[in-house]
């Protein structure tokens, strides 16, 4: 993407921008608050600053090749749109929107059970491509309606989010006065199934193990920060792990996720892929959990911020530059393929200043 397209958008800084002259306080606040005093947020960009990347020269990188297979989806990038529960606070046509251009580029989006587009829409959008975000709101009868109606709707797997029994304190959100509540009738699709999300706080291993059973699709685990919490998700059933801190939005004081990724993919079995979030804005940084081990790596709020500036045509033109960003990063990094890319490539350094107009 060496021009502007159609919509001006030409760099992720120039995104995150606009998105903040474009938006109302609340709105943005919404998106870009962490939980209580935002050690967690800071956390996750400051652990991306301080992993330095690596390039290994001499090597053949006349043409690079990014795609990658995660949870049985082919990405022509190793980015997915992370679920986002009030996506309409940013376009209209919420996970419709993303979906959309998700599949202008090829990759895949993570429909959240929150959303207020029609799940059978967002999934029709590309059969077999999109995931399905599930929070538990209800008892096994209800998880069994849920997943028998979403196995018919064509996603391509289903993605339990198990770090949120309860929604972490949002210092930044409170003092605002901007509280986003799902309505009590619940979206569309929620509406007449009965849902409470006080259901969140009693869902155990034991749960995900039954739920397993219960779904031909891949089930992918979200919200995993320690290596032994991997392995039991893998141990009841789970296909895929997604390592996450929820974007520093549950957990104060938390580690990055980035810091334990590694340790978290050397312990799982080699057929196990691995996706990662919070914090990530660039193709660099794509690159860096790419190294550590993962196979994806979801985008939140830059989603958000790119919906908000120009809608689907936004969020494109955002996954045209980090694709042409981590092609761009491999080449000079010397790797044609993401198998190329290894721990070689990394390693913890100092972190950069802020900066500097030269």
């Known amino acids: 993407m060496n021009g502007a397209g159609p919509d001006g958008l030409v760099t992720i800084d120039q995104v995150i921008a606009r998105a903040r002259q474009t938006l109302d306080p609340g709105s943005h606040t919404w ?19 301080t992993l330095a990347l690596i390039p290994h020269l001499g090597r053949d990188v006349t043409t690079v090749d990014t795609s990658v297979s995660f949870a049985g989806v082919t990405l022509a990038f190793p980015v997915v749109l992370a679920p986002i529960g009030a996506l309409h606070l940013y376009d209209r046509d919420d996970a419709l929107a993303s979906a959309r251009a998700a599949v202008n580029a090829s990759i895949s989006a993570f429909c959240s059970i929150l959303s207020t587009a029609r799940w059978e829409e967002v999934a029709a959008t590309s059969p077999g491509r999109h995931f399905f975000q599930l929070y538990v709101l209800g008892d096994r009868s209800w998880i069994d ?8 709707m064509g996603f391509g797997g289903l993605c339990v989010t198990m770090d949120s029994a309860v929604i972490g304190r949002r210092d930044r959100s409170l003092e605002d006065g901007f509280i986003w509540r799902t309505p009590e009738e619940g979206t569309v699709n929620l509406s007449g199934r009965g849902w409470d999300a006080a259901y969140r706080a009693g869902f155990t291993w034991k749960d995900l193990e ?3 059973t219960r779904t031909d699709l891949p089930v992918i685990v979200k919200g995993v920060m320690s290596p032994d919490d991997a392995m039991r998700a893998v141990d ?10 929820h974007g520093g939005r549950m957990v104060d004081h938390a580690l990055s996720s ?26 660099a940084e794509v690159c860096k959990a790419l190294a550590l081990g993962a196979k ?10 790119a919906l908000a500036v120009a809608g689907t045509s936004g969020l494109t033109s955002v996954l045209e530059i980090l694709a042409e960003e981590i092609t761009r990063t491999m080449a ?11 721990a070689d490539h990394v390693r913890w350094s100092l972190p950069a200043p802020p900066r500097q107009e030269w």
Not at 236 to 245: D, K, L, P
Not at 265 to 276: E, F, G, S, T
Request: glycine share 12%.
């Open 258 to 283: 980035i810091e334990v990724l590694e340790e978290i993919v050397d312990i799982l079995p080699d057929h196990v892929d691995v996706a990662i979030d919070s914090g990530f804005t660039r193709g």
């Open 332 to 342: 000079n990094l010397g790797c044609g393929k993401v198998e190329d890319i290894g």
């Open 145 to 152: 309606d849920v997943l028998a109606n979403v196995e018919t």
């Open 236 to 245: 009841c059933g789970a296909s895929a792990i997604y390592v996450s801190n």
């Open 210 to 212: 039954w739920m397993c």
């Open 31 to 49: 998106a870009a608050a962490g939980a209580g005093q935002e050690v967690t947020l800071a956390r996750n960009a400051a652990a991306l600053n």
């Open 296 to 305: 994806a790596v979801g985008i939140g709020r830059l989603q958000c911020w």
